[in-house]
């Protein structure tokens, strides 16, 4: 997810950091430097120019929108029938238990409607953030965790129904206060839908769910590409200078093609892998994505789809 909240953790969830502060203290500066500008770039895409004006395209937002109903009620359908010792079960996510990678959506969602609703609210929000750094996230979910099964379930969807119903309220080219730069809602939406699909990569591996890939998988291998240089960034690294090309082969077999066609360093291989690389659900070692160029070959090592500090991943083979 885009924001402090994954300043706390490593790989969208679970694992903490060590050294919280120490990344907290650089956190908001990388992520002005990075983020804005490829928050730009995924605002262009999602809009036209009329009247030489921005006017963003309602249609695309709202197509986002869609991929998180759809991608949450998958998620639901996972979790929804569990007896509650196997809400119980560990998931990859050290410390994290099939119960707290709900919760923790369900926090991250009601917060995401402060965001968009109460603005006031929110920013006391920020501040109890900041003054709980090394926990803020894990409270949150380790709150949910504790409630019965069948209450957590149904915060949840009420929580994401009105998250749903306040984003397509706003006009698209609306900037909603988060834990840094502010987000569009388009970037807010897509935020949510790759947060929400990494969580349920973690319950389905936990409960040997083999989850088929949907074109759901565009929106989050856009935010992979677009984050490039923020895992330099966050590793204290120096970013590439040129762009990269990125092509990937969708669920239906279809090319989804990002950057300009003649670079030099480029990205190849299944969709689906791509988002799981970027996402850090699995290791590059167990993955088809394939890499022509030294510095596209670095960024395989240490591409996350997320901001916080950088990522640790998953143990080769950990999912074989």
């Known amino acids: 997810m885009v924001g402090l909240a994954r300043a706390f953790q490593l790989g969208v969830g679970g694992a903490r950091t060590k050294n919280h502060a120490s990344v907290l203290d650089c956190f908001f500066e990388r992520c002005q430097a990075v983020l804005r500008p490829a928050r730009a770039t995924d605002d262009a895409s999602l809009s036209h120019r009329e009247g030489g004006q921005a006017v963003a395209d309602s249609a695309a937002v709202f197509e986002v929108l869609d991929d ?9 359908g996972l979790v929804r029938a569990l007896p509650p010792e196997r809400w119980a079960e560990q998931t990859p996510a050290p410390g994290w238990t099939v119960a707290h990678q709900i919760a923790h959506l369900l926090w991250t969602d009601e917060v995401a409607l402060l965001s968009a609703t109460d603005a006031e609210r929110f920013a006391k929000l920020t501040e109890a953030a900041l003054a709980n750094p090394d926990s803020y996230v894990d409270e949150g979910a380790e709150e ?3 409630l019965e099964t069948a ?37 807010m939406a897509t935020a949510r839908l790759m947060e929400t699909w990494a969580h349920g990569q973690d319950v389905a591996d936990t409960l040997a769910v083999t989850r ?9 291998a856009r935010i992979g590409f677009r984050t490039r240089d923020y895992a330099y960034l966050v590793r204290g690294l120096t970013p ?10 969708a669920p239906d077999g279809a090319l989804w093609t990002f950057g300009p066609e003649d670079a030099a360093q480029r990205v190849t291989g299944p969709a689906q892998d791509f988002c799981l690389l970027v996402t850090q659900r699995r290791n590059r070692a167990d993955l088809a994505v394939r890499a022509e160029g030294a510095d596209a070959d670095r960024w395989l090592d240490i591409a996350q789809a997320f901001a916080g500090p950088a990522g640790a991943g998953r143990e080769p083979g950990a999912h074989a």
Do not use: C, H, K, N
């Open 212 to 220: 088929q890939p949907s074109r759901r998988l565009r929106q989050i």
């Open 144 to 146: 949910g965790a504790r």
């Open 151 to 187: 209450e957590l379930l149904a915060r949840w969807r009420a929580a994401r129904a009105a998250l749903q119903e306040a984003l397509r309220a706003l006009p698209p080219g609306t900037r909603l206060p988060w834990y840094g730069p502010p987000m569009s809602v388009a970037s």
């Open 240 to 249: 590439p200078a040129e762009q990269f090309r990125l092509e990937l082969t």
């Open 68 to 76: 998180l109903i759809d991608e949450s009620a998958e998620l639901d």
